[in-house]
């Protein structure tokens, strides 16, 4: 905890110049000590309290976050690669198949192009 700079020997002196005796003057000094210390200690939890100090962000705080952010980035990128190819495969596939299909609707009408022709 911090403390503000007090010269208990000086206090004790001036109060014994003051006509105070030696037990007396024990007992004051010790008393303001602990005053002294108790008004720190409510002035940092109200300092706390009205700055919200338990929730500043730190520079580990912020350098952490962005790492993790670097981190999420790289792995969105990495799906979107993923799915990127994906997208390619399927397309090439459609392909394929739409291809397929309309060399078998050719061969079909014209077999029944020869078919009719030859009939005629």
Do not use: N
Request: net charge negative.
């Amino acid at each position: 905890m911090t403390t503000i700079p007090f010269d208990t020997l000086q206090f004790a002196a001036d109060l014994m110049q003051g006509g105070f005796s030696e037990a007396q003057d024990t007992a004051m000094t010790k008393a303001v000590t602990k005053v002294q210390q108790d008004s720190l200690a409510t002035v940092i939890e109200q300092v706390k309290h009205d700055y919200q100090l338990d929730d500043v962000a730190t520079k580990r705080d912020i350098r952490e976050l962005e790492l993790k952010i670097e981190l999420v980035k790289s792995e969105l990128k990495r799906d979107i690669e993923t799915v990127r190819k994906e997208i390619a495969e399927t397309k090439a596939d459609l392909i394929r198949w739409v291809v397929g299909v309309g060399l078998l609707q050719i061969t079909i009408i014209a077999g029944l192009l020869l078919k009719v022709a030859g009939t005629i």
